[in-house]
């Protein structure tokens, strides 16, 4: 993935967050996606984007 199609895709993500806080599903799924993309690819996964999953996962398991 190219670095301005992950910014893309981040900045989508935390947009997605504050505005449609009723689809983190899908935010989550998506994050999952891209995470797993740049691990195919041998790129680190920034520190925050495993933040950002964390808190997903915390937020989505008080929802259940």
């Not at 920034?46 to 929802?63: F, G, Q």
Request: hydrophobic share 40%.
């Amino acid at each position: 993935m190219a670095f301005d199609d992950l910014d893309a895709e981040i900045s989508y993500l935390m947009n997605a967050m504050e505005e449609q806080p009723e689809d983190l599903h899908e935010v989550e799924f998506r994050l999952r996606q891209m995470i797993s993309g740049m691990r195919a690819e041998g790129l680190p996964v920034p520190e925050s984007l495993i933040d950002l999953e964390a808190e997903l996962d915390r937020l989505l398991s008080k929802k259940r």
